[in-house]
Each structure stands twice: as C-alpha cells, then as structure tokens.
C-alpha cells in the first residue's frame, strides 16, 4: 500500500470502533435495565409481539384483583349467613322443646319464646351491618327486581339467583299441569256418635318425627282430633272431623311429606259411649294406616317442564335462576278455571362481577334480603317474623305452625348459602384459577421476548470489550504511519 497523507487503515478502524462501541452501549443498557428491548429498533417484530402480551397481562392482573375482591366480599357474606343459620338452629331447637307443652310449664314456654325474639332481633341486626366497602350484602340492596309478584293471588316468594346479561326483563309463563297434594288418610271409619272404648295407644309419623297419642276411654270423634293435634308440632300431621271418620293429613304438601299411623294397643270404637261391650262392627275401630306420600304439583316454565318441592318451584334456563312459591289455591287446583300465571324478572338489579378480562365474562347474581320479615313463607308455611310473641305462629299460638315455619327459613338460608359458595367456588375460585394460569404463561412469554439473557449479554460484553480496546490499539498503530512520512522530509 502506498504511503499517502491520507490513512485509510485510521478511518476503518474509526468506524468498526464507532460499532463496536454502540454494541457496546446497547447492551450496558440491555444489563442496566434488564430489558432487551428499549426502543422499536431493538427489535420491531418482538416489540409489536410484547406489546400484546403486556396489554393482554395487564387486563389479566387487573381482572385477577377483581376476582379477589369478589372472593373476599362473597366470603363475608358467608360468614354472616353462617351465623343466621346458627340462630335459625337455635330457634329450631327452641320451638321443638316446646311442642311437648304437657312437660312445660308457662314460665318455660314465656322464657324460650323470649329467647326466640332475641334470636329474631339479632338475625335482623346481622342483615342491617353485614356490609362490604361499604355495600350492604344481605338487606336486599343486591336483589334482582319482578314485577307481577307482589299482590299476585296465584304466587309468592319469589327470588331470583341469577339473571343473564340481556338488557330486556324476561318474563315467566307458568302453567300448571298438576296439583299438589298433601299426605292423607282416613284414621278409623267411626260415626258420629261413636266413641273410643278402653285406653288406646297410637303413634304417629309424620315429616317432622314420631309421636305415641294415648286416647282414652270415652272420647268422641271431635276429642280424638283435638289430641292427635296437640301433637302436630312433634309430627307435621293435622287431624279433621269429618262427618263419617278423622281424616288425617300433613301439614306441608309434597313427596317430602308423609303419614303413618301404627295402632299399638286398643283401637276399639264403641258406637255406645264406651260402655263394657264394645261395638261388634270392627270397622269403626281405629285401624293402621300404611305410609301415604303427599304430591308435588307439577308445572311448567315457558313451556319447559321444571321441578318443584310441594308448592315450591325452581327454574333454570338461559342464564336466569330462580325460585318462587305457587299459592295454596292455585298449586293444589283450587282456581280450576286459571290454569296459568305469570311474572316479570327485571333486567336491572343483582351484584355484577366481571370473572374474566371481557364484557362476555360477566355474571349477575342476586342476594335477597335474608331479614326475618322475608324469610320462610315457602310451601304454604308463614314467614319467620310470624314467630315473635303476639304474631300468628307464637309458641302459645301454633307451635306446629312455628316449627314448619322455621325449618322452610332454614332450607331457604342453606339454599342461599349453598347458591353464593356455588358461585364462590365454581365461578370466581374457577376464574382465580385460569386467571393464575394465564398471568403465569403471559409473564413467561412477555420475559422471553423482552427481558435481558444477563448470561448472554455478560458473554457479549465481554467480547464488545475486547473489540473496542482492540480497535483502540490498533488505531495508535495506525497512527503511527502518518509519523513516518516526516522521516522522508
């Protein structure tokens, strides 16, 4: 090469020592900050890539806090519903130590109906303070509104779980195809002037227990009834005179509701106020009477055919769950000439919680008001206020009444319950679940593409170093030529 002024070798190396050195920048910055991306140019494709995933991982983490905050809402209201029901159990146990009145004196009945009210009070105070964020959870500020409920001669109690996410009400069509029916029996065929000779030892079973009746000598048909009914707390079986013989049936209606009757001793009618000699037709004596089963009524929902438990009935379809009461005279085919009926379930109202990271992921919920004044009511029964002193199912009132009460507020707490851990569980713990998963694999892929290899960027700046204190060497030699031209001057 001929010896110039001019010293390409210095400008070469000047340039691979400018790259050398921008390599060498770029990936102090890629070691600094721990991304491998720090502009479009780093890697266009992979930032366009981490871009998507980033935006997609935020919706996710953001939807995973939601879900978490539902978890820990639904688990306060569990936790107070838990206590409802502890109160309900103890009411229970209250009413039933006090249907057996013959070993109760007044002063006890007083005290256990004082405790009732007690219980009532606290169960009205937990639904007044049960709140989350400030949020009532159990006053009914989560309802899903009807229409066509309240003051409807043909139903009652109706709540709705959940709706689906269309903004216009959906209305109900029931149809009813058959009646329901209660458990019943005719207890001994006995005419009106007959009479029970000798002591006679009966018991009797019902939905809610066992209870052995001692009818004694000398009764008529209408003081039998009135002794197997003061034992209808014990059993769930009312008696009535009727003009030929005692007609025995359940309290409630349904499959769930039953009779038996097991004649143990006596059980002889005498047609001649219970003289010594008994009356020679044994079919006027009090006789067995096998298991008899109550009915369901049977109806349908738009046209679908749907379950129902005595007077009770459930539906589900379309994202819309819910439950209502058919009444007394139109579930057991009392109103002949109205076979159909009809409510209005409202597009508004419930508690709306996103589960995933799009609209589509929404679920509506509904969490009625779970205070003694709304609950019971179900399958012909009163509602649970009825039971504080002075109303229409006080222990000195109708215990037996008080009983059925109860345990219909029981069954529909637990229902409640049992629905909200359903949703608690299957739904949000499902979604926590599939949201973890997803943040998981999103935050692995957003690492590959844009976090810095720190092995590999450590090895790379090992050799970008070496290649610029090369360069730098080099480029003295370099230097050097332009100093041996003066030599030939």
């Known amino acids: 090469m001929a010896l110039t002024v001019t ?22 910055k890629q070691l600094s900050t721990g991304k491998r991306i720090n502009s479009g140019k780093d890697d266009p494709a992979g930032l366009i890539a981490l871009e998507n995933l980033n935006a997609e991982l935020t919706a996710v983490n953001a939807s995973l806090t939601n879900n978490q905050r539902t978890d820990s809402m639904l688990t306060v209201a569990d936790s107070s519903i838990t206590e409802i029901s502890s109160l309900l159990g103890e009411i229970e146990r209250l009413v039933v130590a006090s249907t057996s009145d013959a070993n109760l004196t007044a002063s006890e009945v007083s005290a256990n ?6 219980a009532l009070v606290a169960i009205d105070r937990i639904v007044k ?29 109706a709540r709705v779980f959940s709706r689906s996410q269309v903004t216009t009400d959906t209305t109900l ?25 000798g002591t006679s030892l009966i018991a009797v079973t019902g ?50 509701a039953y009779i038996s009757v097991d004649v143990l001793s006596g059980g002889i009618i005498n047609s001649s106020y219970a003289t010594a000699t008994g009356d020679s037709n044994t079919a006027n ?61 409202k597009a508004s109202g419930g ?29 012909g029964t009163a509602k649970l206020t009825e039971l504080k002193s002075g109303g229409a199912q006080a222990l000195k009132t109708d215990v037996a009444g008080a009983l059925d009460a109860i345990r219909e507020a029981i069954s529909e707490v637990a229902g409640v319950r049992g629905r909200i851990g359903g949703f608690q569980k299957f739904q949000v713990g499902s979604s926590i679940n599939s949201l973890q998963a997803a943040q998981t694999g ?36 370099a230097n050097q030529r332009a100093g041996q031209i003066l030599s030939l001057l």
């Open 351 to 379: 508690a709306t919680f996103q589960l995933g990271t799009t609209s589509d992921t929404r679920q509506t919920i509904g969490i009625d008001s779970l205070a003694s004044y709304n609950l019971g009511g179900g399958n």
């Open 207 to 256: 939905k809610l227990g066992t209870a052995t009746v001692t009818l004694t000598s000398g009764l008529t048909q209408a003081q039998v009834v009135t002794t197997i009914n003061s034992a209808k707390g014990q059993t769930g079986v009312s008696a009535i005179q009727n003009s030929t013989n005692v007609k025995l049936n359940s309290t409630t209606y349904g499959t769930d």
């Open 285 to 345: 004596d009090l006789r067995n009477q096998v298991k008899t089963k109550g009915v369901d009524a049977n109806v349908t929902v738009n046209g679908q055919s749907t379950g129902a438990d005595g007077l009770d009935v459930s539906y589900s379809a379309n994202g819309l769950s819910t439950q209502f009461t058919l009444s007394t005279a139109f579930g057991t085919g009392n109103t002949s000439a109205t076979t159909s009926t009809n409510f209005t379930v």
């Open 442 to 477: 999103l935050s692995e892929a957003t690492s590959v593409i844009g976090d810095t290899d720190f092995a590999l960027a450590t090895a790379q700046l090992n050799r970008e170093t070496v290649l610029v204190q090369s360069a730098i060497q080099l480029l003295g030699v």
């Open 173 to 197: 069509t029931i149809n009813r195809v058959a009646s329901a029916k209660l458990a019943s029996a005719s207890f001994g065929f006995m005419n009106g002037t007959a009479r029970t000779s």
């Open 113 to 118: 109906q004082s405790q009732i009210d007690d």
């Open 7 to 28: 010293n390409t070798n210095t400008i070469t190396l000047l340039n691979i020592l400018n790259k050398n050195s921008a390599a060498q920048a770029n990936t102090l």
């Open 129 to 157: 303070t049960t709140n989350f964020n400030g949020k009532k959870l159990l006053d009914g500020n989560f309802s899903i509104g009807t229409v066509n409920v309240s003051g409807n001669q043909y139903l009652t109690d």
